[in-house]
Nanobody
Framework: QVQLVESGGGLVQNGGSLRLSCAAS????????MGWFRQAPGKEREFVAT????????HYPDSVKGRFTISRDNAKNTLYLQMNSLKPEDTAVYYC????????????????WGQGTQVTVSS
C-alpha cells in the first residue's frame, strides 16, 4: 500500500508560480508511475501530468503544456509539480496519484490517491 500527501498549494496571483509536492510512504516509491490530476467545482477530474518511474517519460495535456513541469526525486520518495504562468482557470484541488502500471493518463488506472491540495489563482 502507498500513502500520498500533497502540499504546496495556496493563493497566487495571475501569472505567478507554485510548486506542489507529494510525499509518498509505504511500498517502494521508485517503481510507481506517478500522476497529477485536478478537479474544479462542477467539473470532472482532469489529467495534468504523468511521469514514469525512472523520470524519463512525461506527458501533459495541451492546457498546461509549456507551463507545468512534473518531476520526481526517488531518493526522497517525493513527486513535484512546478506550475508557472498560472491562470485563474488553473484554480482547482490538485491530487497526486500512483500506479504500478506503465505510463497512464486516465484516473481509473491509478490505484492510490492523496487527499488533495487547493490551488487558487486570483485574477
Amino acid at each position: 500500500q502507498v500513502q500520498l500527501v500533497e502540499s504546496g498549494g495556496g493563493l497566487v496571483q495571475n501569472g505567478g508560480s507554485l510548486r506542489l509536492s507529494c510525499a509518498a510512504s509505504g511500498r517502494t516509491f521508485s517503481r510507481y508511475t506517478m500522476g497529477w490530476f485536478r478537479q474544479a467545482p462542477g467539473k470532472e477530474r482532469e489529467f495534468v501530468a504523468t511521469i514514469s518511474w525512472s523520470g524519463g517519460i512525461t506527458h501533459y495535456p495541451d492546457s498546461v503544456k509549456g507551463r507545468f513541469t512534473i518531476s520526481r526525486d526517488n531518493a526522497k520518495n517525493t513527486l513535484y509539480l512546478q506550475m508557472n504562468s498560472l491562470k485563474p482557470e488553473d484554480t482547482a484541488v490538485y491530487y497526486c496519484a500512483a500506479t504500478a502500471r506503465d505510463i497512464a493518463i486516465l484516473p481509473r488506472f491509478y490505484n492510490y490517491w492523496g487527499q488533495g491540495t487547493q490551488v487558487t489563482v486570483s485574477s
